[in-house]
């Protein structure tokens, strides 16, 4: 992992704790995303899957409404973790990946259904909290 030293004076990356149980429930349990959102409903990253997934299926809306419940609980742990709505949040810290991924989803979402204000506000947030991390998911 990459040390975070902020030069210019602005908040500190914010990084989330993690819990093991749910990665472990996807990896080796094999459980669904469905199962892990419902036992964990603050894990990001099973939404972000189920909104993956029903995006792929081409269900649009659904995939927009799990995306926003994902952003929605990843913001609240952000808070929680000190955030103060602006700052670095590392893509490359595992924990940061699920709401990462999660605002990615909602801006791919609403630019289907043509919410273009909000598409490009999400866009601009996932660019401003993390450059590699829009990189990669901006593909």
């Not at 299926?57 to 927009?64: D, I, K, L, Q, W």
Request: charged share 25%.
């Amino acid at each position: 992992m990459s040390i975070h030293k902020n030069l210019l004076g602005g908040p500190e990356p914010t990084l989330l704790t993690e819990d093991e149980q749910p990665y472990r429930m996807l990896a080796e349990e094999s459980a669904s995303p469905v199962q892990v959102a419902a036992e964990f409903p603050t894990f990001s990253l099973a939404w972000a899957m189920l909104a993956d997934d029903a995006f792929a299926a081409g269900h649009v809306v659904e995939s927009y409404a799990y995306a926003r419940t994902g952003y929605h609980r990843g913001l609240d742990s952000l808070r929680r973790a000190g955030w103060k709505g602006h700052g670095p949040v590392p893509w490359d810290h595992r924990a940061n990946r699920g709401f990462l991924r999660c605002l990615a989803a909602l801006a791919r979402a609403a630019d289907a259904i043509d919410e273009t204000e909000e598409a490009e506000r999400c866009w601009s947030f996932l660019k401003d909290s993390t450059p590699e991390g829009y990189a990669e998911l901006r593909q």
